[in-house]
């Protein structure tokens, strides 16, 4: 096999790196599959840079909310110390925003991070676990008005692909995670390698934070 | 919970459809995430039309390219019956090329479906398993070469976002799944829904199945 081969299907390696930051994923019962597996994608690939954890109630599998499961490493007793956070959305947010045992320990685990990022209503999640107080965030503009009802001390931007405010970073809906990611990447490792990561697995970006048709179609704009 | 609440996150329903096709996606080790979790995030969502199952070598966790495992439910041997069979690309497509009693039982099980999709490379599985012989097709730009030496007798397009010949549906590389898998949903129940849902998940389509700058960007241009 080639190297030109072993290079394909967004397989990109990048030499001499030796820290690799660890994303860890919150799962649980009814996450939305793309608002994890997108992300994942894009740090994947890039497995000289990121390491990939998932966690769960258990180890093993966690059903999303469209069906598919995702196989949890650890148990969240037993999550490893994540240098970046990331937290879906999906139905299972409803539950788990009125859980405060489990959004205690959220926020005891998430805090020391480097980065704590959400894609769509995971933001609820944070802003219910008080991780987002004091901070501008956005989410899913379908679930808006429920996402923003969780975090009344936090600064909701409806119209957003993503919101970045210091350490944390909160995307709108599913997709939106994708573009998030991108910008992190950007971010950490310049946006010559996130480029080139995008054009590995043939995604056309939005690259401007700020570009949201969806916030109209959803009866947010001139609510902020 | 009220409706509005419970039609968020993407969860669109569509009432009144008594039957549902299935899909089954075929994993293997070394699948490709997004090849898998794009279009189920689209499928899933539509669950009054579509039912979802995924196969592996056994049931369990199968190990995908960047890591992260997917849960087949049930092992090849014991697959269901698929409407649409989604088989995807990854590193793990390089072994499965070469093993001529799993093609030949992915041949068997695939030909009576109605429609026969792959993403990304999954496009030289099917061709090696004759799938697509006589048929036009694409593959992933960064692997076409080695995709298109696995069918001789295909008419490779090294242009195309995806390629639609009777019931045979192959896109490029890992995102152009999603979009591939717009396009089916727009044939099945029409363009409508398919808009519906792409706004539900913020997802901004390509529509065009002839838009590729990847084709370009590996240096297929011209070799058609």
């Known amino acids: 096999m080639s190297t030109d081969q072993q290079e394909s299907d967004g397989a990109t390696r990048v ?4 820290s690799r930051r660890r994303i860890v994923t919150v799962l649980f019962d009814g996450f939305e599959l793309l608002d ?20 769960g109630p ?15 490493d650890h148990a969240y007793h037993d999550a490893p110390r994540p240098d970046i956070v990331l937290v ?39 802003a219910a676990a008080g991780l987002l107080d004091g ?4 989410s899913n503009k379908r679930a808006f008005v429920w996402a ?8 909701w931007i409806p119209t957003a692909r993503w919101v970045e405010d210091r350490n944390r970073w909160t995307s709108s809906g599913v997709a939106a995670g994708m573009d998030m990611t991108l910008a992190i990447i950007s971010r950490l490792h310049g ?10 697995v043939e995604y056309d970006p939005h690259t401007d934070a700020a570009w ?3 916030a109209e179609k959803s009866g947010l704009t001139g609510s902020d």
Do not use: K
């Open 148 to 155: 923003a009802a969780q975090g009344p001390d936090v600064e």
């Open 135 to 138: 901070y501008r965030a956005t």
């Open 191 to 200: 946006s010559e390698l996130a480029n080139t990561l995008a054009d590995a």
């Open 36 to 55: 994890v597996f997108g992300p994942l994608e894009l740090y994947g690939v890039l497995s000289d840079h990121f390491q990939i954890s998932l966690i």
């Open 88 to 126: 879906p959305g999906g139905m299972g947010t409803r539950a788990l925003a009125q859980d405060q045992a489990w959004l205690q320990w959220l926020a005891d685990w998430s805090t020391p991070a480097e980065l704590i990022t959400s894609v769509c209503t995971g933001s609820a999640l944070l």
């Open 212 to 214: 949201d048709p969806y």
């Open 58 to 72: 258990q180890p093993g599998p966690v059903m999303s909310s469209q069906g598919p499961a995702a196989h949890a």
């Open 15 to 18: 030499a001499n790196i030796t």
